[in-house]
């Protein structure tokens, strides 16, 4: 157990002292909510600008964290042969895989409460939270990206998986219902969209957060994209080049 909290407190370590992390992580999502929550660029009425902007911005942290964050550092660390040299030790693959997922739930939460409070300063009063839903959901889509994030680091050279980690959380960003409406979108951009993992988790998110409803077919499809991504990470993660 010691030798696990040592992992943990240094990926926690390592993420606080990196400023593009730090700057992905925390930084980013507040300054979205903040602007947008205060202008009038977004196509949504004065009065419900922060209640669907709130939903959105935490399903891009949790994209920040659990998929970019956590592939383009395990792409490194695999990339120089850390991975591999601590899977030898005593710490063992178990234990650093558990580390690296205890380390997202941490930052998840951090974000969670984070945002919440930004978003009560800017006026943010939603009708009825389920947090119990809320967190659940918030697992499932981690289990989510975390699969992809890594599906791509335990294949790309650490470069090439730096490029794609950017530019996927870009589509899964833009096209992700976070900052605008898969409906205002043109109709065959908006049918792609809306069976994306970032667009199921922030509709299910703003369900939760705004009319503590559920919507069973997005949750089974979200469920869904996490077997599927978890499943083909397993199957194809290589720890070293």
Known sequence: MKIFRSQLRQELT???????????????PVMLLVFFSQT?????????????LMPGILSLAVISTAMVSLGIATG??????????????PLGTRRLVMAKVSAI??????????????????????????????????????SCFAGIGLTLAGRLRAEINLAAQNGLYLVLFLLGGIL???????????NVAQVLP?????????????????DLTDAVALGGWAFAVCALAVISFKWSD
């Open 198 to 214: 970032s667009s199921l988790l922030s509709s299910l998110l703003r369900d939760s957060f705004n009319n503590n409803t559920f």
């Open 40 to 52: 009038d660029f977004l196509p949504t009425s004065s009065g419900s600008r922060i209640n669907f």
């Open 76 to 89: 490194f660390e695999r990339s120089y042969g850390v991975l591999k040299r601590l899977g030898t030790t």
């Open 180 to 190: 605008v409406p898969n409906d205002e979108l043109p109709k065959t951009l908006g």
């Open 14 to 28: 390592v993420m606080a002292r990196n400023g593009e992390q730090l700057l992905l992580l925390v930084v980013i």
């Open 105 to 142: 739930c941490i930052i998840e939460i951090a974000q969670l409460v984070l945002l919440i409070i930004v978003g009560q300063l800017l006026g943010w009063s939603p009708n009825r939270i389920n947090i119990a839903q809320v967190l659940v959901l918030m697992l499932i889509g981690t």
